[in-house]
T-cell receptor, first 114, second 113 residues
């Protein structure tokens, strides 16, 4: 079945460091891929998405490219800020499936220190 | 614009007591609705989803049940809570055939003591 494997955390970085959070997926169809972010005590917010191979999603300085050949959707940011401290979830969804179910990774906790 | 409301925000319940968490969506019709649980330090576990009124699909057999009495209302219930039911419960919605995005509520922190 469909699944997402996400880099284990926690990750601690200094401000302005480069961030990479790895995500790989397994899917039988042609899924859309997502990164969600969860700030402490809150629900999940969509950070970015990509709907087909070679698409690049970007938002707030974060980027991820849908790589079908490596079944990956790694999240990157060139210079992290303290305000980026949160838990990041990779997810996939196949909109052609009944219920439009999402499959989430286990989440990666990021802490950015000044 | 669409909004999702989830309440209560925090709940402390004794073992063996009943549970009712409510989620409502505004500004859209016939949404797909979802209940997730997030245990401490772990990822999201899909509990139930619904594609229409009275239609509930269960992903994981457990002590919980869900109902959808109205188009934009989704309720998570239990007759008798267990310690293992503690966690962060998230409601979400999406529109089939739309932008294929799930939108989440703010969550309910449930502590069973």
């Amino acid at each position: 079945g469909d699944s997402v494997t996400q880099m284990e955390g926690p990750v601690t970085l200094s401000e302005e460091a480069f961030l990479t959070i790895n995500c790989t997926y397994t899917a039988t169809g042609y899924p859309s891929l997502f990164w969600y972010v969860q700030y402490p005590g809150e629900g999940l917010q969509l950070l970015l998405k990509a709907t087909k191979a070679d698409d690049k999603g970007s938002n707030k300085g974060f980027e991820a490219t849908y790589r079908k050949e490596t079944t990956s959707f790694h999240l990157e940011k060139g210079s992290v800020q303290v305000s980026d401290s949160a838990v990041y979830f990779c997810a996939l969804s196949d909109s052609h499936r009944v219920g439009n179910q999402f499959y989430f990774g286990t989440g990666t906790s990021l802490t950015v220190i000044p | 614009s669409q909004t999702i409301h989830q309440w209560p925000a925090t709940l402390v319940q004794p073992v063996g007591s009943p549970l009712s968490l409510e989620c409502t969506v505004e500004g859209t019709s016939n949404p797909n609705l979802y209940w997730y649980r997030q245990a401490a330090g772990r990822g999201l576990q899909l509990l139930f989803y619904s594609v229409g009124i009275g239609q509930i699909s269960s992903e994981v057999p457990q002590n919980l049940s869900a109902s959808r009495p109205q188009d934009r209302q989704f309720i998570l219930s239990s007759k008798k809570l267990l310690l293992s039911d503690s966690g962060f419960y998230l409601c979400a919605w999406s529109v089939l055939g739309g932008a294929n995005i799930q939108y989440f509520g703010a969550g309910t922190r449930l502590s069973v003591l």
